[in-house]
């Protein structure tokens, strides 16, 4: 068994960060799902969405739930996922953050939570010249 991954995002930059990493990986190792949110979409019709994907994703090892800017509607519904067991969420998802979660498909829901957040950090850096 292994970790689920839903990301939940505004619009479609879940979708445009997955695409990028599977071209990078070649595939994605994780089971996973993408739910995109409009300014337009019902909160509530959102969650029961998001909920159904946690459902899917959650195989017994957990689903760790990536989403965008914290505080907005993606990561309101993606907290609200957190009453459920083996549940973590992380927001200020960032392309280094998924790529390393994606590298390490065989780590524990804990382990992998590390992994995602140095992958984040880490992928931070001012270039003030040649980096």
Request: charged share 20%; net charge negative.
């Amino acid at each position: 068994m292994a970790v689920g991954l839903l990301i939940i995002t505004h619009n479609r930059i879940g979708e445009d960060l997955l695409s990028t990493a599977r071209s990078m990986l070649g595939r994605l190792p994780l089971e996973t799902a993408w739910l995109p949110v409009s300014q337009s979409g019902d909160p509530d019709d959102l969650l029961a969405l998001a909920t159904e994907y946690h459902r899917k994703l959650d195989v017994g090892d957990g689903v760790l739930v990536l989403t965008d800017m914290y505080g907005s509607t993606p990561s309101n519904i993606a907290t609200r996922l957190l009453h459920y067991p083996k549940t973590q969420v992380i927001a200020e998802i960032n392309l280094p953050m998924l790529v390393r979660v994606l590298n390490y498909p065989q780590l524990r829901l804990h382990e992998l939570v590390n992994k995602a957040i140095s992958g984040g950090h880490d992928g931070i850096v001012l270039c003030e010249t040649e980096c």
